[in-house]
């Protein structure tokens, strides 16, 4: 079946770097995102990798797939207070064209 | 390149009622993907058109329909409006419903409420 997990709330000092943890069922996933998304606004898509990767890295961003264990993380180095959001683990099975799975969020927090 | 509009972006309805909420995609994308975000339910699939043809279908009541135009703009509707049906209401769109680097767009959505 298709499910996502994702821990709701995560809390980190600014500076510091933020894991943010992702589980998924479907074996047959292609792609798997990370979308942000912040008060009253829609999502914005952060990055994505695909299943045949372990680990994609763009600026400050880092994903890492374990694919064997169904696992994505998505590290932030130097978190900043502007990185306070949502944040949303989706993945995109082989045979289902545009439809996204979403987790139910992570909520990051950034204090000073 | 303007990004994904949706319009209107807040709405007030009555139970029973219905309503068509728009979303125009990026320019030479030609699938439109809608989802429905509720605090209960988190983000859920609605549908997906690609070329004015529906390609995927989510687990959502009749009620819920959609089209897609020539142009790639699409309409989603919903009819007799039940109190549940209050929601953020997300357009995404990409540049083709397959293929490599498939990359969703959303939009900043169309909050309903339902009274």
């Known amino acids: 079946g298709e499910d996502v997990e994702q821990s709701l709330f995560l809390s980190v000092r600014e500076g510091d770097s933020s894991v943010i943890n992702c589980t998924y069922t479907d074996s047959s996933s292609t792609y798997l995102y990370w979308y942000k998304q912040e008060p009253g606004a829609g999502l914005q898509l952060l990055t994505y990798i695909f299943s045949n990767m372990d680990m994609k890295q763009d600026q400050r961003l880092t994903v890492l797939l374990n694919k064997k264990d169904k696992h994505l993380s998505l590290r932030i180095a130097d978190t900043q207070t502007g990185d306070s959001a949502i944040y949303f683990c989706?993945?995109?099975?082989?045979?289902?064209?545009?439809?996204?799975?979403f987790g139910q969020g992570t909520e990051l927090s950034v204090k000073p | 390149k303007a990004g994904v509009t949706q319009t209107p972006r807040y709405l007030i309805k009555t139970r029973g009622q219905q309503v068509t909420l728009s979303c125009s995609p990026i320019s030479g994308h030609r699938s439109v993907s809608w989802y429905q975000q509720t605090p209960g339910q988190g983000l859920q699939f609605l549908f997906e058109?690609?070329?004015?043809?529906?390609?995927n279908k989510g687990n959502f009541p009749g009620r819920f329909s959609g089209r897609q135009f020539s142009n790639s703009r699409s309409e989603m509707n919903v009819s007799t409006l039940e109190l549940g049906d209050s929601a953020l209401y997300l357009c995404?769109?990409?540049?083709?419903?397959?293929?490599?680097?498939?990359?969703?767009?959303f939009g900043p959505g169309t909050r309903l409420t339902v009274t």
């Open positions: 989706a993945e995109r099975a082989n045979n289902q064209g545009g439809k996204l799975i």
């Open positions: 058109y690609f070329s004015e043809t529906q390609r």
């Open positions: 995404a769109s990409s540049l083709e419903a397959s293929g490599i680097g498939y990359e969703q767009y």
